[in-house]
């Protein structure tokens, strides 16, 4: 038992990596939320069309969180030896690298976006509904691709100062830009302190307002604090890379962009799958996730920290059992916290969905969603624990095997074939893809247990 809890020199060493992350992600989460239910409150198609959307959005942005974690887990290791040089080299790496999936992700979504909102329109419902569904999503649409690039510049410096150990300011920047974000739904979605009721077009702009901000506020505070990071000097001198570096981040992060990417698409053909019940299901998986990603911050949080405190383990090369150690007990405090992070879940599903102006069949449907989250939110601490451990060793391939190759290749196959094939309610065929968690975690057990993951990969 004293294996999985650590001392409070370590719990207070962990937290302060972790919580950072944790407020940032919970308060821009949670106004995310506020969004969401802003939205919800004029309508369930307003509501319905954002959130396809949205999952368009969630692969793209999966993609730039890729790129920028490939050259991350580089930028870890050189701030943990103190390379200044080569921090600097893997924020200009990532800046070109999301640059370019930002342009390609507009021009797909500028060209395919009636069509790829169409596929979410299939279920049991009127064409008339449907066609509402389509109308708002297109509205918002057009305006979010707006904010596609500050979103990804942003997510350029938040990351290289998380990885030099500084989780403060990036959680400051993320604070000031939903702070932004909240007033201006206010505003904006219902046409108060004099601006117009734009509705779904209204919380569009609001969030692509919000993206500038933060992107402005976290740029403007590196720049200002090159004593204390010295890679934000010359930054912008040059845009040249080390071919030798750029090789290497390919080699390690490409299958990390891959995964990431893979893996959002996943996560929108089981939405599309679920919705092939009814358009009803679009709705409450919409009410669904976005509690369950205020409540996931728990997990999510922990994760990065494991991933930034063991990639500095490594960069510093310190002893593998030492690693192993801290591992196994960052992990257990991850699960012991979601396991009250999932009881506080269970709670508040009766509840959370009376927020939406939304039928009752709607509310029932996510009721039963959140319930069947929060009973497996324990195993998804776990197994994320075990892939940012993965990650921070560069065995990115093995990473890709354990998400996305496991998304695609069990996930998927068995949401396709229970709603194509079976006449199986909605909430038991959500209950039964979700419930393949399990099995990666023994997947995740076994691939942490080899060690072959600890390396050193910035010497």
């Known amino acids: 038992m004293s294996r999985l809890i650590g001392d409070r020199k370590f719990y207070r060493s962990t937290m302060a990596v972790a919580v950072p992350i944790m407020v940032q992600n919970f308060i821009t989460n949670f106004v995310s939320m506020l969004d969401n239910i802003m939205v919800g409150r004029v309508g369930t198609a307003q509501m319905s069309g954002v959130a396809i959307v949205n999952q368009v959005l969630f692969v793209i942005n999966l993609c730039i969180f890729g790129a920028v974690s490939g050259a991350g887990i580089f930028t870890a ?37 009636e069509e790829l909102i169409s596929l979410w329109l299939r279920g049991e419902g009127s064409p008339e509904e449907a066609a509402q569904y389509l109308k708002y999503g297109l509205e918002y649409m057009r305006v979010m691709l707006w904010g596609i690039v500050p979103f990804a510049v942003s997510n350029v410096y938040c990351s290289t100062l998380r990885e030099n150990g500084e989780t403060v300011a990036p959680m400051a920047a993320g604070i000031i830009a939903v702070l932004a974000n909240l007033g201006l739904n206010y505003a904006l979605i219902f046409g108060h302190l004099g601006a117009p009721a734009m509705g779904v077009r209204g919380a569009a702009w609001a969030t692509v307002i919000s993206r500038f901000v933060e992107l402005g506020a976290a740029a403007l505070w590196t720049h200002r604090h090159t004593a204390r990071f010295p890679f934000a000097r010359g930054l912008y001198r040059t845009m040249r890379v080390p071919a030798a570096l750029t090789g290497q981040i390919l080699k390690k992060g490409t299958p990390l962009i891959l995964n990431e990417t893979l893996w ?14 009814s358009l009803a299901v679009v709705s409450a998986i919409n009410i ?4 369950w990603n205020a409540m996931s911050v728990a997990y999510m949080a922990t994760g990065n920290a494991v991933g ?12 593998k059992d030492a690693v192993m150690d801290e591992l196994v007990k960052l992990t257990a405090f991850s699960v012991a916290m979601n396991v009250v992070t999932a009881a506080v879940l269970a709670a508040v599903s009766p509840f959370f969905p009376l927020l939406y102006a939304t039928t009752d069949e709607v509310r029932a449907l996510a009721t039963k969603f959140i319930l069947v989250q929060a009973a497996i939110m324990p195993l998804y601490a776990f197994t994320n624990c075990c892939y940012f451990a993965l990650r921070s060793g560069g065995r990115t391939m093995i990473t890709v095997l354990f998400d996305s190759v496991f998304v695609w290749g069990v996930n998927v196959p068995l949401a396709f074939i229970l709603s194509r094939y079976t006449s199986v309610p909605v909430v038991p065929m959500f209950a039964a893809v979700q419930l393949t968690e399990a099995v990666k975690c023994l997947i995740g057990y076994a691939f942490i247990k080899k060690r072959t993951w600890m390396q050193t990969i910035t010497v």
Do not use: H, P, W
């Open 264 to 277: 959002a698409a996943g996560m929108a053909v089981l939405n599309q799958c679920y919705s092939v019940r």
């Open 288 to 291: 669904e996730s976005t509690v």
């Open 308 to 319: 930034i405190i063991i990639g500095q383990r490594l960069g510093r090369g310190t002893d």
């Open 77 to 113: 290791q050189y701030a943990g030896s103190g390379d200044s040089e080569g921090v600097r080299a893997t924020f200009r790496f990532k800046l070109m690298a999301v640059l370019a999936i930002s342009l390609a992700g507009i021009g797909a979504m500028g060209t395919f976006g």
